[in-house]
């Protein structure tokens, strides 16, 4: 009888590796190793991503003006904004001995009631330009606990040069 000759293995031309019999490319992949680096990769994915989320979700506000928001105020009832406009002159209204405020803001033509309590800034009166941070709701605009800015433009604009007399 004659021998057989032992099995070769063929050589690869191009140089890839070759697995023994019975073992395939992904078994070589997945060792214990880089499992534990795609795990330890899709901790901190999840975690970035949730930190993300919980930063964008609590700080996120629309900066909206009366008269946008008076269009359609359906669509921003129960959401986060800050409410730009004017306050209307006479109609802030105090309760007596507290730091209840109900007054009005508009912009543009289009007005919309505001309840808040708590101190007011020393530039809020009426006329003066405001950010009101709050909700709409179906009374009107609750502003946050020091959700109100207010500014004066006289302080903002650059004073007239008085002129000098026959000058």
């Known amino acids: 009888m004659a021998a057989f000759p032992a099995k070769r293995k063929p050589i690869d031309p191009y140089g890839s590796p070759r697995y023994p019999e019975g073992v395939s490319h992904l078994q070589t992949v997945m060792t214990p190793r880089s499992i534990k680096i795609a795990l330890t990769a899709a901790v901190l994915l999840s975690a970035l991503g949730g930190l993300f989320y919980t930063t964008l979700s ?6 909206i003006h ?4 008076m269009t359609n105020p359906a669509a921003w009832h ?3 904004l800050q409410l730009h406009g004017y306050v209307v002159d006479h109609s802030i209204l105090q309760r007596p001995n ?3 405020y109900r007054f009005q803001v508009e912009n543009k033509g289009s007005i919309v009631q505001a309840s808040y309590e708590g101190v007011v800034p020393d530039t809020f009166k009426g006329g003066s330009e405001v950010v009101l941070k709050g909700y709409l709701g179906p009374d009107g605009f609750s502003v946050e606990r020091d959700g109100v800015m207010a500014k004066c433009p006289s302080k903002y604009e650059e004073q007239k040069k008085l002129s000098r007399p026959g000058s």
């Open 66 to 69: 009366v008269d946008e928001v």
């Open 58 to 63: 609590q700080g996120t506000e629309y900066y």
């Open 98 to 100: 507290t730091l209840q």
């Open 78 to 80: 129960g959401k986060k």
